[in-house]
């Protein structure tokens, strides 16, 4: 049985201005892929890596469906799918949100429609989750996610030299519909719900947080996947949960606000990250 991941780190955007862009994003990515073939047996033909301009939202999905189509085939027990970009929201179309927003992901092409992130240029929370729901039983699946969910922690990340928050506001003032005191939904909320396969999700902040794109030890990361990768790195047999600690305590050494999530089965919180 193959194993299947896709690792997406975006810095630069198409439509954005130079402020707005990232820096250790693509370096999340690369290093989340080295850390699969070195640690947990995938081939370098098993990973793909989109960087920047190859991770436009068709290129993202396209690759994703492919993953998918191998599980649903019974082609892969094992799928990765690392995202470290901007986060942002989007005018919720379903109904499905109190606060009338939808949680989404920043892609290279991300490009605003009137006042609002176009549609077309961004992933929602509710199109992963249609998506997973895919996932048929039997086939692991992790996701990692080092992006922010709320844009309520920026301003004393602002403050910080070496670091920027990984969030974008609506392209509008006006588009904000929501209180920042609201806790909004976001995609952990959704993999616990419904009756299918779930994928184990590990994201880098709660849902009113910032993650950090941060200068450290010289080199620019996301600071959740930075020390995501040092945990499995030092001891890959550590089960999620103790992962989850050791990230938190890197965090909090480093001054980081942030608090990184977990969700998944007691069972798969006990087991080893990949297993």
Same mark, same amino acid.
């Given at each position: 049985?193959?194993?299947?991941?896709?690792?997406?780190?975006?810095? @630069?955007?198409?439509?954005?201005?130079? =402020?707005?862009? /990232?820096? #250790?994003? &693509?370096?999340?990515?690369?290093?989340?892929?080295?850390?699969?073939?070195?640690?947990?047996?995938?081939?370098?033909? *098993?990973?793909? &890596?989109?960087?920047?301009?190859?991770?436009? @939202?068709?290129?993202?999905?396209?690759? %994703?469906?492919?993953?998918?189509?191998?599980?649903?085939?019974?082609?892969?027990?094992?799928?990765?799918?690392?995202?470290?970009?901007?986060?942002?929201?989007?005018?919720?179309?379903? #109904?499905?949100?109190?606060?009338?927003?939808?949680?989404?992901?920043?892609?290279?092409?991300?490009?605003?429609?009137?006042?609002?992130?176009?549609?077309?240029?961004?992933?929602?929370?509710?199109?992963?989750?249609?998506?997973?729901?895919?996932?048929?039983?039997?086939?692991?699946?992790?996701? &990692? %996610?080092?992006?922010?969910?709320?844009?309520?922690?920026? @301003?004393?990340?602002?403050?910080?030299?070496?670091?920027?928050?990984?969030? /974008?506001?609506?392209?509008?003032?006006?588009?904000?519909?929501?209180?920042?005191?609201?806790?909004?939904?976001?995609?952990?909320?959704?993999?616990?719900?419904?009756?299918?396969?779930?994928?184990? /999700?590990?994201?880098?902040?709660? =849902?009113?947080?910032?993650?950090? *794109?941060?200068?450290?030890?010289?080199?620019?990361?996301?600071?959740?996947?930075?020390?995501?990768? @040092?945990?499995?790195?030092?001891? #890959?047999?550590?089960?999620?949960?103790?992962?989850?600690? /050791?990230?938190?305590?890197?965090?909090?050494?480093?001054?980081?606000?942030?608090?990184?999530?977990?969700?998944?089965?007691?069972?798969?919180?006990?087991?080893?990250?990949?297993?």
């Amino acid at each position: 049985m193959s194993k299947a991941a896709l690792c997406v780190g975006i810095n @630069k955007f198409k439509f954005l201005p130079q =402020s707005s862009w /990232l820096q #250790g994003c &693509v370096n999340d990515a690369e290093d989340l892929a080295a850390l699969l073939e070195a640690k947990y047996g995938f081939a370098g033909g *098993d990973i793909t &890596v989109l960087r920047d301009a190859k991770a436009t @939202k068709k290129a993202v999905m396209a690759e %994703l469906n492919k993953i998918m189509d191998l599980a649903v085939a019974g082609k892969t027990e094992h799928v990765v799918f690392t995202f470290s970009s901007h986060g942002t929201q989007v005018p919720d179309t379903s #109904g499905d949100e109190a606060d009338r927003l939808d949680e989404a992901f920043a892609c290279y092409d991300i490009n605003n429609t009137g006042d609002a992130w176009d549609p077309a240029t961004v992933i929602s929370d509710d199109e992963l989750f249609t998506l997973f729901s895919r996932l048929p039983d039997g086939v692991l699946m992790d996701v &990692v %996610l080092d992006t922010c969910h709320s844009g309520t922690g920026l @301003k004393s990340l602002d403050l910080l030299p070496g670091r920027r928050p990984r969030f /974008l506001p609506a392209p509008t003032a006006r588009a904000v519909i929501a209180s920042e005191n609201n806790d909004t939904r976001v995609l952990r909320d959704l993999v616990k719900s419904g009756k299918t396969a779930k994928p184990v /999700l590990m994201a880098a902040c709660r =849902s009113d947080q910032t993650a950090a *794109d941060a200068l450290i030890e010289g080199r620019y990361n996301g600071a959740f996947t930075y020390h995501f990768v @040092k945990s499995l790195q030092s001891d #890959g047999t550590v089960g999620r949960a103790d992962v989850l600690k /050791l990230v938190s305590k890197g965090l909090k050494a480093g001054g980081f606000d942030q608090v990184a999530q977990l969700e998944g089965t007691t069972a798969a919180r006990k087991a080893a990250w990949g297993s």
